[in-house]
């Protein structure tokens, strides 16, 4: 086994570059699959099944298939529609979409955990459905939601690779591409492995400690 | 769509199939492995089946995938097979994931239960064995389902180093039609019906296991 110290030095610069773009990514996926997750979870709670049925199948489908097809579906199948996206935005799209169908069940868990109690108190006091929501039964489901959505950015985390299929230059579309010029795998594919296990287990870390926070 | 591109297609569901029931196997076997070793009463034990999980759970599939095809020839001079590289890189981090189901579902067995075994002279390999496994793996069943889906949807990242599987031959169609919509609806539906196939047969292996465990 060899190991060049030089290659390392060598990759580093594009290395930076790389977990910019990784964390770009990741942040800005996360934002989408919270958001678009919620929209799900409302549209599951809508009174008549011809909401309900659509959506069930369409994000049971969405989360049974590949993240890397859907992220080609999405490259070469909206620019035949007349959409046309930067890889970065298609990518951080995927990302999301993929995303939001895990991140609508940990808001059901969330929602059906508050006891049946409290909506029966809400009730009761006859609070307006909107203070049931924001004062009595959000507050509650919160807690229990952080912790789970957690997991599921750290999982996109290490999904983000695949972002280098459509050409986004993040960390593993960086190492390639300086490993194909310079001949050398080792070293690049090795530091962006470490990097990985490194960046997700500190974002375990403060995941933990916000955790800790929330349950106080 | 001719018959010829499908043909293509199918020889790619093959492919999947098999690189699915072979990582599939190898993660089975080590979440087990590494799973019930992180009970164990070494501390070195303990700590090698930690440090396992820990590396494989924190880096990425899709980077392990490159490493075992890139970096193993050249630093190691290892050339394995394709099917077995991705063999390697996926049963060895899917099976990280699942040592936490087994280890999980080991330590919600009710602790009398092992203090039971421990009266009656059992020896920790028997007490494994015959008290703790047949209890704890009908509570593993929902969770390795889960994960067997998401080995399935990892079987789809080996494509990106040139081998045949689904994916991959979706690519080789799209090229030869300029159809992508189609195409890659196409594979999604295929990957959606295995998906399914794979739940349905998941929850009658639970059904199944319960059942023995009541009688």
Same mark, same amino acid.
Request: aromatic share 12%; net charge positive.
């Given at each position: 086994?060899?190991?060049?110290?030089?290659?390392?030095?060598?990759?580093?610069?594009?290395?930076?570059?790389?977990?910019?773009?990784?964390?770009?990514?990741?942040?800005?996926?996360?934002?989408?699959?919270?958001?678009?997750?919620?929209?799900?979870?409302?549209?599951?709670?809508?009174?008549?099944?011809?909401?309900?049925?659509?959506?069930?199948?369409?994000?049971?489908?969405?989360?049974?298939?590949?993240?890397?097809?859907?992220?080609?579906?999405?490259?070469?199948?909206?620019?035949?529609?007349?959409?046309?996206?930067?890889?970065?935005?298609?990518?951080?799209?995927?990302?999301?979409?993929?995303?939001?169908?895990?991140?609508?069940?940990?808001?059901?868990?969330?929602?059906?955990?508050?006891?049946?109690?409290?909506?029966?108190?809400?009730?009761?006091?006859?609070?307006?459905?909107?203070?049931?929501?924001?004062?009595?039964?959000?507050?509650?489901?919160?807690?229990?939601?952080?912790?789970?959505?957690?997991?599921?950015?750290?999982?996109?985390?290490?999904?983000?690779?695949?972002?280098?299929?459509?050409?986004?230059?993040?960390?593993?579309?960086?190492?390639?591409?300086?490993?194909?010029?310079?001949?050398?795998?080792?070293?690049?594919?090795?530091?962006?492995?470490?990097?990985?296990?490194?960046?997700?287990?500190?974002?375990?870390?403060?995941?933990?400690?916000?955790?800790?926070?929330?349950?106080? | 769509?001719?018959?010829?591109?499908?043909?293509?297609?199918?020889?790619?569901?093959?492919?999947?199939?098999?690189?699915?029931?072979?990582?599939?196997?190898?993660?089975?076997?080590?979440?087990?492995?590494?799973?019930?070793?992180?009970?164990?009463?070494?501390?070195?034990?303990?700590?090698?089946?930690?440090?396992?999980?820990?590396?494989?759970?924190?880096?990425?599939?899709?980077?392990?995938?490159?490493?075992?095809?890139?970096?193993?020839?050249?630093?190691?001079?290892?050339?394995?097979?394709?099917?077995?590289?991705?063999?390697? &890189?996926?049963? +060895? #981090?899917? *099976?990280?994931? $699942?040592? =936490?189901?087994?280890?999980? /579902?080991?330590? !919600?067995?009710?602790?009398?239960?092992?203090?039971?075994?421990?009266?009656?002279?059992?020896?920790?390999?028997?007490?494994?064995?015959?008290?703790?496994?047949?209890?704890?793996?009908?509570?593993?069943?929902?969770?390795?389902?889960?994960?067997?889906?998401?080995?399935?949807?990892?079987?789809?990242?080996?494509?990106?180093?040139?081998?045949?599987?689904?994916?991959?031959?979706?690519?080789?169609?799209?090229?030869?039609?300029?159809?992508?919509?189609?195409?890659?609806?196409?594979?999604?539906?295929?990957?959606?019906?295995? &998906?399914?196939? +794979? #739940?349905? *047969?998941?929850? $009658?292996? =639970?059904?199944?296991?319960? /059942?023995?465990? !009541?009688?």
């Amino acid at each position: 086994m060899t190991w060049d110290w030089g290659a390392v030095a060598d990759f580093l610069p594009y290395f930076g570059k790389g977990l910019v773009v990784t964390l770009e990514a990741l942040a800005l996926g996360s934002l989408i699959s919270f958001a678009l997750g919620l929209v799900w979870t409302l549209l599951m709670r809508a009174p008549t099944r011809w909401v309900r049925w659509p959506v069930g199948v369409f994000t049971e489908f969405v989360r049974d298939t590949p993240l890397l097809v859907q992220l080609f579906f999405l490259f070469y199948v909206l620019p035949e529609a007349g959409v046309t996206l930067s890889p970065l935005t298609t990518g951080v799209l995927g990302l999301g979409l993929h995303y939001s169908t895990y991140t609508m069940q940990v808001y059901r868990a969330g929602i059906e955990a508050v006891p049946a109690g409290q909506w029966e108190a809400a009730t009761a006091l006859s609070l307006p459905v909107r203070r049931t929501w924001t004062a009595v039964v959000l507050p509650q489901a919160v807690r229990r939601v952080v912790p789970p959505l957690g997991n599921y950015v750290i999982a996109m985390l290490k999904d983000t690779p695949m972002l280098m299929t459509i050409g986004v230059l993040e960390m593993l579309g960086r190492a390639r591409l300086v490993s194909q010029q310079h001949f050398q795998f080792t070293e690049p594919l090795t530091v962006i492995g470490i990097a990985f296990v490194v960046v997700s287990y500190l974002a375990s870390l403060l995941l933990r400690t916000l955790e800790r926070r929330l349950v106080r | 769509m001719t018959a010829g591109l499908w043909k293509i297609i199918l020889q790619g569901v093959g492919v999947t199939l098999q690189l699915l029931v072979y990582s599939a196997l190898l993660a089975a076997a080590m979440s087990f492995v590494a799973g019930a070793a992180r009970t164990h009463r070494s501390r070195l034990v303990r700590f090698v089946a930690g440090l396992y999980t820990e590396v494989f759970r924190g880096t990425s599939a899709l980077v392990m995938i490159f490493w075992v095809f890139f970096v193993l020839p050249v630093a190691f001079g290892w050339q394995l097979v394709p099917m077995w590289a991705g063999t390697l &890189a996926l049963g +060895l #981090t899917y *099976g990280a994931y $699942g040592a =936490e189901i087994v280890r999980g /579902a080991l330590a !919600a067995v009710d602790p009398a239960q092992r203090e039971g075994g421990i009266a009656l002279g059992f020896t920790p390999w028997q007490r494994l064995r015959l008290i703790l496994l047949p209890q704890a793996v009908p509570e593993m069943i929902p969770s390795f389902s889960n994960l067997l889906i998401e080995l399935l949807k990892g079987t789809a990242l080996v494509s990106i180093t040139g081998m045949g599987d689904l994916a991959f031959s979706g690519n080789l169609v799209r090229l030869a039609l300029q159809q992508s919509a189609q195409i890659y609806g196409y594979l999604l539906l295929i990957y959606f019906v295995i &998906a399914f196939l +794979l #739940t349905r *047969g998941m929850r $009658g292996l =639970e059904r199944r296991l319960k /059942a023995e465990v !009541a009688r």
